[in-house]
Every structure is written in structure tokens, then in C-alpha cells.
Nanobody
């Protein structure tokens, strides 16, 4: 059974950085497109970034473009999200998600495998 486990969240100040990790166990990561979503309190889960199965193509939400970077290491079964220049509005639980298929999805409903999330809190 494939499982996703996120780590790396924490409490930081505005302008600081974090590096989130998502480790996949129970199966090879190489066939999966991977994505990060986030959900702030009382808000809908929103797309942050995605990367295709090979790492050749990446997608970002406009709100994080230029500040966040998604990457993957298939040999280590790990996907990363580097968060730079963090802002208070980035505060949320960050979720890792995986999907098979031809297209890299950018909506939550396209992803069937999810981790439990890691909290990122940015103080002003």
C-alpha cells in the first residue's frame, strides 16, 4: 500500500525559508505525478505546485511562483518543496499528493493518494 509522509514544516518569520519533504513508501515513486496543496484554516484546499513523473515539467500557483520550488528524487522516493521568502498568507497545512495517468493534475479531486500534512506557520 502506497503511503505519503510529509515533514519539514514549522514556525518561521516573514522572509524566512523552509524545505518540505514527502517520502513515498510501499511502491516506486517514478510512475507518479506529484503535487503539493495547502489548506489554511476555514479555506478550501488549494494547489501550490506539481511535478511530472520524470521531474522534467513543473507547475506553480501564481501566488508562489518565484518563491517556491518543487523537485523530486526518484531514487530516494522523495519530493521536495522549497519555500523561500515566506509570507503570513503562506500559513497553512501543506499536503503532498500523488496520481498516476498522462496529465499532471492541478486540482485536488484529480489526486487519489494523500499524506496527512505538515503545518507551516509564518509570523509577521
Amino acid at each position: 500500500q502506497v503511503q505519503l509522509v510529509e515533514s519539514g514544516g514549522g514556525l518561521v518569520q516573514t522572509g524566512e525559508s523552509l524545505n518540505l519533504s514527502c517520502v513515498i513508501s510501499g511502491g516506486p515513486i517514478s510512475g507518479y505525478h506529484m503535487a503539493w496543496f495547502r489548506q489554511a484554516t476555514d479555506k478550501e484546499r488549494e494547489f501550490v505546485a506539481a511535478i511530472n513523473w520524470s521531474g522534467a515539467t513543473t507547475y506553480y500557483a501564481d501566488s508562489v511562483k518565484g518563491r517556491f520550488t518543487i523537485s523530486r528524487d526518484n531514487a530516494e522516493s522523495t519530493v521536495y518543496l522549497q519555500l523561500n521568502n515566506l509570507k503570513p498568507e503562506d500559513t497553512a497545512v501543506y499536503y503532498c499528493a500523488a496520481r498516476l495517468g498522462i496529465l499532471v493534475g492541478r486540482t485536488a479531486r484529480e489526486y487519489k493518494l494523500w499524506g496527512r500534512g505538515t503545518q507551516v506557520t509564518v509570523s509577521s
